[in-house]
């Protein structure tokens, strides 16, 4: 555990007590402002930014890993998360010291706003708390990959070894639930069910579904019935 000292100089300097990839420290830099307090010690927590009275967090991905640590702050501090969603992609494959860069390729995969919804199934209901704000950052990257054999399956065993911020494209800030409904086209037939959904934004099925589960939990769609097998939705009233 940190000491008084180590807590007081991580304030001042910006720098984190865990190991923060790349992606996560320019994020912080990108967001901060000259009066900000970089990981300040709270509750037991370390807060990425102090902005006044708001704290700020940034997380790359994996939110249910912050879940219980956005409970206890929103109980009385007003708090703005921040989670990047990639855009664009470049790969860099290294040697296994990290010393030498073997290749570079621009991943076809393109990002879109409704990826947000992959990791905003794991926390819906804080939109609902009045001290919770979200911004989703769009961003280019480059991933640093290296094939030592230990990463996942999808990934032929390649390890992700670091993020880089790029750069930010645009910055989507939510503050009320009822912004998420850009997500539902104005001119969806009422009520709509998710096949509807995934016809209109021309999406996965498995991203309607968390499209519409998120809205429902946010209380801004409501399920009105049922056609067949499918549920119906339409905005709650």
């Known amino acids: 555990m940190a000491n008084e000292e180590e807590q007081k100089a991580s304030a001042s300097n910006g720098i984190g007590v865990q ?11 990108w967001y901060a402002q ?28 994996n939110f249910s890993a912050i879940r219980h640590k956005l409970h206890m702050l929103l109980k009385e501090h007003k708090v703005h998360l921040l989670h990047p969603i990639t855009y664009e992609k470049w790969v860099l494959q290294v040697n296994p010291t990290g010393t030498k860069v073997l290749s570079r390729r621009k991943s076809p ?31 280019r990257e480059e991933e640093v990959r290296c094939r030592d054999g230990k990463g996942s399956k999808h990934r032929k065993r390649e390890s992700i070894k670091d993020r880089r911020l790029l750069e930010v494209i645009s910055t989507h800030h939510f503050t009320k639930t009822n912004e998420f409904l850009q997500f539902i086209p104005e001119d969806l037939p009422r009520p709509f069910s998710n096949k509807c959904l995934e016809k209109a934004l021309v999406l996965p ?17 409501t399920v009105v019935g049922k056609k067949r097998n499918e549920l119906m939705f339409d905005v709650f009233k």
Request: aromatic share 8%; proline share 5%; glycine share 4%.
């Open 19 to 29: 190991n923060e990839r790349s992606l996560h420290a320019s994020l912080k830099q």
């Open 34 to 61: 000259p009066d900000d307090k970089f990981e300040v010690p709270l509750k037991g927590f370390f807060i990425d930014l102090v902005r006044g009275e708001q704290l700020v967090e940034i997380q790359t991905r």
């Open 109 to 139: 995969h393109r990002g879109r706003l409704t990826d947000i919804f992959e990791e905003l199934v794991r926390l819906p209901e804080l939109l609902l708390h009045e001290n919770f704000t979200i911004e989703f950052p769009l961003i």
């Open 205 to 221: 099925i498995h991203r309607c579904r968390q499209i519409t589960y998120c809205l429902r939990k946010m209380e801004v769609i």
